[in-house]
């Protein structure tokens, strides 16, 4: 035995010996820009906003900022591209990352892509505030393509200065790593770093513009390419009579879609090379079922992304562009996270649908190499049946239903939603709560637990005085009153406002049954429907005993794998719109530790213990001097998985 352990403890030296060495300088990164020497680049050197022809991308180079700060960094994603983590502490790291001095091996370009934007084909977009700086191939042999965001104009900023500001940037970085560590496949942030260069915003468009610092975002991502890079071949248009800038051009169609295949799905590649018919349509098919994996990973934490157009979604189907996203807090099936939404095309319940129309466009946008008829029949077939079994998989984790699946397994799921929309429970927390419970042939005590439960999801409801003021339609009722008799005569007259017009309706009719309620009824109502589930989902857990009978399984075993799947499954800690704006609020004043105070926190979602928000309880201060006394200290000790304060309902992102 113990000659084995010196062998053990010599791999074990010589795995972290081999992890040493193949880190690497800012100077010496492994850049191998495949992409660019793969694809056409625009023959115009010059930087202007224009139409981009036959090409694929621009060469273009990051504008400079004055005095660029490190807001924070992301560790573990510069890890992808070897870079050691001492080299963030030297001065030339925020001159690289900020795009003032470029990466020795990298080569800036903005990259040429089309769009369906909210239903209608835009043309030409591309990267009107994104940089490629090159492909890192690290240690591990995988390939990842870094980019900056916010460093200055390129040929597709259109009326734009190709800059991003701090709350936005900060946004984005935070998004980015709280999705991957809640095992939802994302592009991932290097670092954000902000500077005394400012921009003019006009935050809300109310005519109120502000100056603003401009802050750059690093993005890592298997590639930045999307559904709309095959949209710039695209003919003209029906419904905008426009067209992609490169149509007519089906060399270089299938220049990108085989080097797109080649590069990022070489099994694909490598088993279908000489059929290309087969090729394209597994390709497709593979496309087709990332994206529906995906979008129910979305589904099942509660994440809207706001802006599900056909240029924002990846082809190797990871979550690219973090915009006006939001996770839910109160659930609500029609959620709009993005204020600009005004017909409600991206709601949280529309996501699936809207994906797999952007699918269905895709498809369009790879014939003639892949024929339509072929193509949208696989999208038909594949994306709903890889969507329901991805969701309820999931489903099943977040519920500890390990041990055997029933079809009425979705029809549970689906009542506990209804459940949460009826009663206006928070999302992640109420998934939260039922981590509490164990199996009922197993706890002597199941009734007292159950209890314990029942109690933790009413805290998560609603008040009354909550959806008085969630359901008051943000309109003047005198004007809404004539805007009624309007869609009663004439309902085509509304266009795209129809939706907006149809939730105000909801929302009154919503209002109309709660108004005159007392919130001690309101809450008998809520524990009523939260028994009657409640006692369906025991049911169903002794559905997973008595299999577990049948097979021989022990029933401390099966309780002890179900108690750490819904542990590592329901969330603790999500991104949530009022923790992101705590830490811009703080960052606009020039202090970062908020930042990096909620980067800890999403590291660890599903943290069993408060230790990864206990840095926000310490010696908090105010605008008058030291904390009085440790009550004072509790009320300043700042939440991160509570249900939004008061001032937080507010909150619109666009």
Request: proline share 4%.
């Amino acid at each position: 035995m113990p000659h084995y352990r010196n062998i053990l403890r010599f791999l074990n030296r010589f795995s972290s010996f081999s992890k040493m060495i193949s880190k690497k300088t800012l100077e010496t990164l492994n850049f191998d820009n495949l992409t660019l020497r793969s694809l056409p680049i625009d023959a115009v050197t010059q930087n202007s906003v224009r139409q981009v022809p036959n090409a694929c991308f621009s060469l273009v180079s990051p504008a400079p900022v004055k005095n660029p700060q490190l807001v924070a960094c992301s560790v573990s994603a510069l890890d992808l591209l070897d870079i050691d983590p001492s080299e963030t502490k030297r001065k030339e790291f925020v001159e690289y990352f900020s795009g003032n001095q470029l990466l020795p091996g990298s080569q800036t370009a903005a990259h040429c892509y089309c769009g369906h934007q909210f239903g209608f084909f835009s043309g030409q977009l591309g990267d009107g505030a994104a940089m490629y700086l090159g492909e890192v191939v690290n240690a591990r042999g995988e390939r990842w393509e870094l980019q900056l965001k916010g460093a200055g104009p390129t040929p597709y900023s259109r009326q734009a200065d190709g800059r991003k500001v701090l709350r936005s940037s900060i946004r984005e970085f935070l998004c980015s790593e709280a999705m991957f560590h809640l095992g939802v496949p994302t592009t991932r942030a290097g670092t954000c770093l902000t500077s005394d260069s400012t921009v003019v915003r006009d935050v809300f468009y109310t005519g109120n513009p502000i100056h603003e610092r401009c802050t750059i975002v690093s993005r890592i991502a298997p590639t930045f390419i999307r559904f709309g890079s095959f949209e710039i071949f695209k003919d003209v248009d029906r419904q905008t009579a426009r067209k992609g800038p490169s149509h007519g051009r089906a060399d270089i169609h299938k220049q990108l879609l085989d080097h797109v295949v080649r590069t990022y799905y070489p099994e694909i590649w490598t088993k279908h090379e000489s059929n290309t018919d087969e090729l394209y349509a597994e390709f497709f098919t593979e496309v087709v079922r990332r994206t529906a994996y995906l979008v129910a990973q979305w589904q099942c934490v509660g994440f809207c992304h706001g802006v599900l157009n056909t240029d924002n979604m990846s082809i190797v189907g990871v979550t690219i562009d973090y915009g006006p996203f939001g996770f839910m807090d109160r659930f609500d099936p029609d959620f709009i996270c993005n204020a600009s939404d005004d017909g409600g095309r991206y709601t949280y319940s529309k996501q699936p649908s809207i994906c797999q129309w952007n699918c269905d466009k895709l498809a369009e946008a790879l014939a003639p190499l892949l024929p339509v008829a072929r193509s949208k029949v696989i999208v038909e077939e594949v994306f709903d049946v890889e969507y329901r079994k991805a969701y309820l998989s999931k489903m099943r984790l977040k519920f500890g239903l390990i041990n055997v699946a029933l079809p009425d397994d979705e029809a549970l799921v689906d009542e506990f939603l209804s459940t949460m929309a009826e009663t206006g429970a928070d999302f992640s927390n109420s998934f939260h709560c039922l981590n509490q419970l164990s199996l009922p042939g197993m706890a002597a005590a199941f009734d007292a637990e159950r209890e314990r439960v029942i109690a933790a999801l009413l805290a998560q409801c609603s008040d009354v005085e909550e959806l008085q003021r969630a359901f008051t339609p943000d309109i003047d009722m005198r004007q809404f009153q004539m805007l009624l008799v309007l869609f009663q005569t004439n309902p085509d007259a509304f266009g795209q406002e129809l939706g907006y017009f149809k939730r105000t309706i909801e929302k009154l009719e919503k209002l109309k049954e709660i108004k005159n309620m007392s919130q001690s009824d309101w809450t008998g109502r809520n524990e009523a429907k939260w028994r009657n589930w409640l006692l369906k989902y025991t049911e169903r857990l002794r559905g997973d005993e008595e299999a577990a009978r049948e097979s021989g399984r022990d029933l401390a075993t099966l309780c002890e794998e179900k108690r750490r799947a819904m542990e590592r499954n329901n969330a603790r800690f999500v991104l949530r719109n009022y923790i992101a704006q705590r830490a811009i609020d703080m960052a606009e004043k020039g202090d970062f530790s908020e930042v990096e105070r909620v980067l800890k926190l999403i590291r660890d979602p599903y943290a069993l213990a408060a230790a990864a928000s206990d840095d926000a309880c310490q010696s908090k201060t105010d605008a008058a001097g030291a904390l009085s006394s440790a009550k004072d200290a509790e009320q300043k000790c700042w939440s991160y998985e509570c249900k939004p304060p008061d001032w937080a309902l507010g909150l619109k992102v666009t």
